[in-house]
């Protein structure tokens, strides 16, 4: 079975969508697309083409995502929402089709990173007694190296 997916996009999902992570699937059905002209690369075909793809998902009101998830991905993405909408545009290929692939990549990507869970916080631990002498010790060291250097000797 030969697949023309680069490692690490996500696969298409078999209901129709693309998986986001886990098994949670971003639904065709609530993605809406709009094509325009593209100011990109294609000559004088761009000007008779709608090569360039706007892609929106309204985040605030889908049901494919768990509320968990939504909160998160709406507070991290509160910048780009207009209207509780991801907007996603792509122009670099000439055709629409890759634009197309490129746009929807983008987005499920962005969800992705914005609904994964947040890092665990770093546990405090205590600098070893060791390493903070030998720290120590470099340094008067190096300071012994530096004062000696100022000194002019018999010439």
């Not at 629409?96 to 962005?110: G, K």
Request: overall charge positive; hydrophobic content about 30%; glycine content about 10%.
């Amino acid at each position: 079975m030969s697949t023309d997916r680069k490692p690490g996009t996500p696969k298409p999902a078999p209901t129709g969508g693309r998986v986001i992570r886990g098994s949670v699937v971003l639904p065709d059905s609530e993605l809406t697309w709009r094509f325009s002209r593209s100011s990109g690369p294609g000559g004088q075909h761009v000007n008779t083409s709608d090569s360039q793809v706007e892609l929106r998902f309204d985040l605030a009101a889908t049901q494919a995502l768990p509320e968990v998830w939504k909160e998160r991905a709406l507070e991290r993405l509160a910048g780009r929402l207009t209207g509780g909408v991801l907007a996603v545009r792509a122009s670099d290929h000439r055709s629409q089709w890759r634009n197309r692939e490129t746009a929807l990549d983008r987005m499920v990507s962005l969800l992705g990173e914005a609904t994964a869970p947040p890092p665990r916080q770093r546990r405090a631990t205590r600098i070893p007694r060791g390493i903070n002498e030998r720290r120590l010790r470099e340094k008067k060291q190096r300071s012994e190296v530096k004062k000696n250097r100022g000194r002019g000797g018999d010439w």
